[in-house]
């Protein structure tokens, strides 16, 4: 931001005012500017920005964030600064708009929002129509000459009041929320559908309705002091910052509570005073596709909730060129005026009271992970940007999007399609229908795939739509929330699919003469709005299919060369190289089509199951004296060496590191009695015999137990046939590259013992194919993943000649906590904010990160120079990469599919570090 | 030791001579020291000394430790200068003894020891009478006109050659040493019973018998060069300090394999050349009970070897002023003059030849836990040491067997006494015979208890002797191997028992009219010597006895005074403070009698299984909501406060630290499904949802499960009700320190959040009970028992008000080692040296303790004077407690018998400081 906004160039700590907690903005000025997201939140600091460059915003103020700060602080108060503060800006709202907070006559009525440093839509609690009351009201029609618009206004007014600020709730033997409920009898005692039906003495019974029912709730009076009213939204919106759903989406988007928000106080425009009135939302691009298309749709005569809640589909921003041209031609210089101030997609609102424009607000646009790369390599193209900042911009985790299978195309072709609505989230998800949140919870946490289907989604909705592969919603345009949320978490979403019927009381969908009932299978393609019935086959993305298959078509597809073009800007920036986690010839394959340089990680066990190999294995782990564990390893041996000549031939040259044996023994032993039974008869020995081994096996806790180089040092002929079958196959493909790498050490004289073993064999296999040491060579390094190596790093390093970090089971033992088992309190975890991200997801930098560091500075003070990697699944999480380049790694290696976003985040942590960041 | 040799005040860095390899001694004088341990062992540094001091010591040389360095490090080679030194210094032993190597007329003979910087009695090889070939024997024979002298000097050296150098071994289908089948074939012959009856000419053939078992087991002729005798034992000494039993003697004692040892060439002197010559080992005073006098045993006609193999019972040492009265009175002389030189008590080695006396060797005399007790405390008040020594220098885990149970004075007078043997060890045993040192490994691995009967020990029955109980001979002395070892060990021992018949075929011991069969159980009292059969019951020690019961005649015992006086001077020096791990009232008070200064852990679950409480502790569990669960949790409340109130009042206003709910709740539910139905009736639930339950708790890894802080954070009402029950307990009984201590914490939120319930109740507590804060203090903590903890301790210590590391949990997650599942391959790691002791009962100083520091420093970097302690079991081991005074804790904690080892330790930490160690 602040590299596009060369006037402003001084820092916002500097400029900051002393004791200042409201800065005022509108009139072409503003006390902040678009750099002050910390103090004034997003949304504040924007409508500064956007006030400083001449747009016409309806006049307000901001509180600053650091009155929430206070707020919390100190036993929800205020300071007790701040009513001067406000009422001081107050008249200069009052001043700029022409109009007077609580005056009959021409009264100023505003809007109270939050507004945090990033955005979190729909999360917390806005009020409209402030400042109205009893006689206001009755001002205002006077004023207006339209009675209905100003009782329409109060009653919004007094049901976010009630709702938001008083605590009028839906009790739970109520179907509807209570007010609605009350407009729904006016409705049908009025014989009309929708509310817009109703008369201005409708809507005078509806406001005296809704002011009984909240004395009845609440045992108060709705406040008719419009300062009263004032103060308790603004503590409203300071409170809705520790509500259920801001919890649940901070600890989604790691936003830290202490962050707080601001709070926005503006000066209400109207466009739902009449046929010239209006209003909408609008991106300066289509944040789903990243096509360069003005994209958006009001509503005329309506209030900016009614576009966004999805209650009235709204219509598409082109057609305003008809209801209202001037102001659609004024839109579209704005639009052009965003994108050239800001150098991004904006998301603004807009509102046009009696034909003037006003901008309510505008925001750097979410956008789908397929609209990031379009939009910013289209930006690049245009000139608009820089490739670094295209680098910058795009979420590294966004890049799955591109990734994620999409439906096979003759098998959508042949599907029964039932269907279309909005595309508002792309990519193809099939899945069982669920109609309520925590139905669609409840079916995931089953293990189902899960399609929410609702009419609407409102924020109570949020944990299910995270639950659900997709969402298809039969009302609400492209900006309603369905279509925002799906967006912003990469959700696939069909929105204002209107033709769709879904009837909640007998819980079915109709489309298309198709009756599908819940819990049964829909598709939904999120690019083109096609609904199906029943599942569609998937297939790779265009992406996927010009990498693996280098099939022609995908690859001239713009998808491809975007991603293709930005994975090479990324391979130019970063420092850090990316390795795969791979066991097979296939999978090292498909990593290297996705970039990777070499293996990280092959776990030679997961050869062992393979085929007839498992028999072999047991007959290891049932001898009883190391001859008889020598003849059953030496079977082993033929097919080892067959999976590494395949690994090394489809690294062609690259290095490859392998770990030795590391799962303890037991998880190859059949444990149910059956299978027991089966494996006593293959080998013609008692089952006894293998009941009492697998007993003998049996641990507490197994991943503290006999595993990793512990089976080594005991029994050193797997070792021995591991690094033969390692080296024989190395001889044998020209260029291999063989790290071996041994697991658990937590003391060098392991490693020690475990290289013995290694090099004597090193030394017989040159021996067997006439080789040199320089013909053939390799590496001992061993994994640093329990606590004690990184401690004693410095002693393991030399022996060690590379390190990688097997965080996964670092962070167990760090934390002391079993991945398999924190389901019992992980939840609770994140709910109460011990954590604020799941450790095993992304790594936990302040505790298990030390011991990283710790291991790299210990490992290279006694070997300079040392190679250090990680191959734990952090591997893959971008905010782990950054940690990586940071701790000075020399690569990260994750599974194929995260390569991309691997090498995204690596570039990312260049460009940071770079900018001394 | 430097200490007490004024006039060599240099230290032995600066008197080593560069590229020096050997060290004379002899004739007065020495190139060494007492203060050359490390360099040329125990046993050379003090045959330097003595040399020094003016003791008849036979003349000899000393290759040093650094040779045996360069032996490991250089694929087993000697260094190229070597040859020379040895010839040099090999004429200066001919010119003092007046006698030339392989000279025929006048042989200078040569005995060659091992000799490491502590002394490991019998692990390492030794040769005697080297020098002697076929031509050398005759000429002895001639020179000292004793024939039967000079052969059986040459048949012995053949013996110990032939096996030691040349490897000849007895095969798995012979029932005897080969060379000893010889002897005995021509005892046979002779018809005599021991060799001694045999004559010279006999010895010939078996000289002749002997060449030809060596030629035909090794294929090599014996040399006859003695030069090349001598090359060859040296190279087996160094050998011989990587055999097994010297690879488990160092595990055993934590004697590093790096320290190597020296190689010990001395001129032979023949205890065995007739009726005015003899030989024999004496300790300065009684090493088993600690008294003062002269003690020892003594062969006429005999070599050293005889004397402590056990071969042939020898005679108590004050009998020799019949047999050799002149020698008799010099030996007297020299024991004062080595008490005063060296003033410790000296285990030495004396052979008498022709009339004239020689010092072998001297050295610190092993002693068991009681005499090392008496000695001390002997020796200050004879002014020959301070206090500070007596400190010093008796390890504190000996102590042990200060508090070890004695047979039951009743139950003893009335038991079936069959024998009595020389009291070699202290202390009363009980056990099932075992003949065979695999039998009693087997057997106590089952769980028996053993004790190991024997005709006499040997170095092969080590691990035998380690797994015993007691250990019962019937022939050798109290210098025999048998009781060196027992001492050593701290084992109870009786040896010597000539009357006991031991029938090793037909598997029984006879004595007194008895016949016990192995397996069944015999008793033997180690401090009287006295041998019983059966079981008898056994008592508190006298020490016990007096501080728990204060019983009066215990308390006048000198065992009682004795160790009553170490532990007040122990209290005097200590800087650490040392509580007690204690979980009811009755522990408590006898924790306080040994001496504790506080509780450092009360595990308040162990309460949970006391009477009916298990049912409200299972219905608790099984509560399927927060309702009913509050609703089971309190029932617990009357039981634990009850618990709390004992214990506070038993601390009589000592601290006392409380942990909090630790371990997972499914260890508290039935596992077997006829407990569950059991249950399942006895509180009329399905048996179902018992099992339900323990499937939901049954975690994959419980270690690293939801337990500790984890639970409570989950189920805030067990923290409240635990809270309650401690703070109205403290509320109750006047003085009470109440330390609240929440368990598992790796992230300083959870210690927030639960700090935060615990005030919560405080604050209820107080009104309740109308007390003030300083009323009513208490403090709240955490252990830091997983590496996170350790390493965010700067943010935990914001919180917490005092740390306590739990190092058993600590360890097994540094480790990543799992205590319960190490089983599998820690013996194997300790046999191979990866670790030195068991990391969970000694601190892993290297890894652990690094967590441990930084525990501390990072703690004390936010709170400085952060009360810091440890409860894990390593806080009573001795050098785990001289680690946490250096790391600079407060206190240590350890179970109620560990209280004054740790004392003692923690006394010698607080000197070691003083001294700048």
Not at 633 to 647: R, S
Request: glycine share 10%; proline share 4%; with cysteine.
């Amino acid at each position: 931001m602040a590299e596009s906004n060369n006037n402003s160039p001084a820092t916002e700590a500097a400029r900051v005012i002393e004791g200042k907690n409201v800065y005022f903005f509108g009139g072409g000025q503003a006390d902040g500017d678009g750099t002050f997201r910390e103090l004034l939140g997003g949304k504040g600091a924007n409508l500064a920005e956007m006030s400083r460059i001449g747009l016409p915003v309806p006049a307000g103020f901001t509180i600053s964030t650091e009155v929430c700060t206070y707020y919390y602080d100190n036993g929800r108060t205020l300071p007790a600064t701040l009513d001067d503060e406000v009422k001081e800006n107050l008249g200069k709202i009052e001043e700029t708009m022409g109009k007077k907070f609580g005056d009959v006559n021409n009264p100023l009525l505003l809007s109270v929002r939050s507004g945090a440093r990033d955005s979190m839509p729909g999360m917390m609690d806005t009020i409209l129509n402030l400042g109205i009351n009893d006689e206001v009201v009755a001002g205002l029609a006077a004023k207006t000459g339209n009675e209905r618009f100003a009782y329409d206004s109060y009653r919004r007014f007094l049901q976010m009041y009630g709702e938001v600020v008083m605590g009028v709730e839906q009790y739970e033997d109520e179907h509807h929320d209570p007010f609605e409920a009350i407009i729904d009898a006016a409705c049908e005692k009025r014989g009309v559908a929708v509310d817009t039906g109703l008369t201005g003495e409708d809507l005078k019974g509806i406001v005296e309705a809704f002011k009984a029912l909240i004395k009845e709730r609440t045992g108060n009076d709705f406040p008719q002091d419009p300062m009263t009213q004032l103060w308790g939204a603004v503590k409203a919106v300071f409170t809705s910052w520790n509500n259920d759903r801001a919890k649940v989406y901070r600890r989604k988007y790691g936003i830290p509570a202490e962050w707080g928000t601001a709070v926005n106080v503006q000066a209400m425009v109207f466009g739902n005073s009449g046929q010239t009135s209006g209003t909408g939302v609008a991106f300066t691009r289509d944040p789903a596709s990243g096509e360069n298309v003005f994209y958006g749709e009001y509503l005329v005569d309506a209030q900016g909730e009614d576009v966004v809640a999805g209650v009235r589909t709204p219509k598409p921003v082109a057609e305003m060129v008809n209801d209202l041209p001037k102001s659609y031609e004024e839109l579209l210089e704005v639009r052009q005026k965003l994108e050239n101030h800001f150098k991004d997609v904006q998301d603004l609102e807009f509102t046009v009271e009696d034909g003037k424009l006003y901008i309510l607000q505008t925001r750097n646009g979410k956008r789908t992970g397929l609209a990031a790369v379009h939009i910013a390599i289209d930006m690049v193209n245009e000139g608009l940007i820089q490739k670094e900042d295209a680098i910058r911009r795009i979420p590294a985790e966004d890049l799955e999007h591109m990734l994620a299978p999409i439906f096979d195309a003759k098998a959508e072709r042949e599907a029964n399609k039932i269907g279309k609505g909005l595309p508002a989230g792309p990519g193809a998800a099939c899945g069982r229908i669920y109609f309520h949140a925590p139905d669609a919870v409840a079916a995931a946490a089953r293990g189902e795939k899960v399609v929410l289907t609702r009419v609407e989604t409102s924020p109570e909705d949020l944990r299910g739509m995270i639950a659900a592969e997709g969402i298809l919603t039969s009302r609400g345009g492209v900006s309603s929330h369905a279509a925002l949320v799906a967006r912003q978490m990469g959700k696939i979403c069909v929105c204002g699919a209107a033709e769709v019927e879904i009837d909640y009381a007998n819980a079915t969908v109709k489309a298309g003469g198709v009756t599908i009932k819940e819990g049964e299978y829909i598709s939904i393609n999120g690019t083109t709005g096609d609904i199906y019935a029943g599942e569609i086959k998937t297939a790779p993305s265009r992406v996927v299919q010009g990498l693996i298959q280098g099939d022609a078509e995908a690859m001239s597809h713009d998808d491809y060369k975007k991603f293709a073009q930005l994975i090479s800007w990324a391979d130019e920036l970063r420092k850090l190289n990316v390795r795969t986690n791979s066991d097979s010839p296939e999978q090292v394959k498909n990593a290297i089509a996705f970039g990777a340089e070499g293996i990280g990680l092959t776990r030679t066990e997961h050869m062992f199951f393979e085929g007839d190999r498992i028999d072999a294995v047991r007959e290891m782990i049932l001898a009883d004296s190391e001859n008889a564990r020598r003849e059953a390893v030496a079977k082993l041996l033929p097919y080892q060496k067959e999976d590494f000549v395949g690994i090394f031939t489809a690294l062609e040259g690259r290095p490859g590191t392998i770990r030795l044996l590391d799962p303890p023994l037991h998880e190859f032993l059949p444990h149910t009695k059956e299978q027991q039974l089966d494996l006593a008869n293959k080998m013609g020995i008692q089952v006894e015999e293998i009941m009492r081994r697998v007993a003998e096996l049996h641990e507490f806790n197994p991943m503290l137990g006999h595993r990793g180089c512990r089976l080594g040092i005991v029994f050193p002929e797997i070792t021995e046939m591991q690094a033969r079958a390692i080296l024989e196959a190395a001889a044998e493909v020209d260029g291999a590259k063989p790290e071996i790498m041994v697991p658990l050490v937590g003391f060098k004289k392991e490693l020690d013992l475990q290289k013995e073993v290694i090099d004597t064999v090193a030394g017989e296999v040159r021996e067997k194919y006439g080789l040199t040491e320089d013909q053939l060579a390799y590496t001992v390094g061993t994994m640093i993943e329990v606590p004690r190596a990184a401690l004693t790093a410095n002693e393991i390093a030399e022996t060690a000649e590379f390190f990688s970090f097997g965080t996964n089971d670092l962070t167990q033992t760090c934390l002391g906590m079993s991945r398999d088992d924190a389901g019992g309190f992980l939840n609770e975890y994140q709910e109460q904010e011990i954590v604020t991200t799941n450790p095993f997801a992304s790594l936990d930098q302040t505790g298990v990160g030390q011991l990283v560091e710790m291991g790299v500075e210990k490992g290279r003070s006694t070997r300079p120079g040392l190679k250090v990697g990680i191959c734990g699944e952090h591997g893959g999480d971008p905010n782990s990469v950054k940690f990586c380049h940071k701790a000075g790694l020399d690569y990260v290696s994750c599974s194929p599919f995260r390569i991309p976003i691997a090498k995204l985040a690596a570039a990312q942590a260049a460009l940071a570090e770079k900018e001394g960041k």
